[in-house]
């Protein structure tokens, strides 16, 4: 079994920026594809950011430009930058990773527990 723990969310004022991380553990297993995705009140989940194993990146149109998304292979965490927020980017954000655990040659999927990001003057 794999956990993702996220960390990071907070109230910020428009403009400003934030970091979240997604760290991920357990045992025997190695992390593919990571994303982040977000949920605002009464709105479905949408994806915002993207990367693969080897670093291929993109984005929602929404957050092109402001968002970064990178990752630490060797410490199994995935990171969203947030920079000039803005009062829409208000939600609650999720870690998805793809997870290949070694000792059953099997992929999974696991979810964060969600974080809340809030942007507000």
């Known amino acids: 079994q794999v956990q993702l723990v996220e960390s990071g969310g907070g109230f910020v004022q428009p403009g400003e920026s934030l970091r979240l991380s997604c760290a991920a553990s357990?045992?025997?297993?190695?992390?593919?594809?990571m994303d982040w995705y977000r949920q605002a009140p009464g709105e479905p989940r949408e994806r915002v950011a993207h990367i693969t194993e080897n670093g291929s990146r993109n984005y929602a149109d929404s957050v092109k430009g402001r968002f970064t998304i990178s990752r630490d292979n060797a410490k199994n965490t995935g990171y969203l930058d947030m920079n000039s927020l803005k009062p829409e980017d208000t939600a609650v954000y999720y870690c998805?990773?793809?997870?290949?655990?070694?000792?059953?040659?099997?992929?999974?999927?696991?979810w964060g527990q969600g974080i809340q990001v809030t942007v507000s003057s």
């Open positions: 998805n990773f793809q997870v290949f655990h070694v000792s059953d040659f099997r992929f999974d999927e696991y």
């Open positions: 357990g045992s025997d297993f190695s992390v593919g594809r």
